[in-house]
């Protein structure tokens, strides 16, 4: 089984998850850890160690908002073969997951995937449309 968490600065974890929750029409199994700003980040190392005790034995993808920042750096002792740091995860990444998590591909494979349609996910509108007079 595939289990993820989505860990960010801010409420942007729990709203990309109530907005994809919204637009799939169900409740998803994702979960979300609060990135506490007041404090050095031990508690949020905690709850993160926490969620992978509970969840050992599973692939785990954890979602970060930013490379570099606080919740990633703090999930960079994490990182084994079978839990993976996807940063910068927007809402196409996450609805990606949350429609091929179930599918018969392998972790790597579902990684690249997720990646791939947080990426295609950016468009420039400008691109499709050209350039606008003014």
Known sequence: ????????????????????????????????????????GSSTFHKVEEYLKKHEGNDIIIFTDMFGGSPTNICFKFHRKNIEIITGINLPGLLKFLTYKDKKINFRTLVKEIKKGAIDGINVIGEYLGERKS
């Open 1 to 40: 089984m595939i289990k993820a968490f989505v860990i960010t600065h801010g409420d942007l974890g729990r709203e990309l998850i109530a907005v994809a929750e919204q637009i799939l029409e169900t409740k998803t199994d994702i979960d979300c850890i609060d990135f506490d700003w007041k404090e050095n």
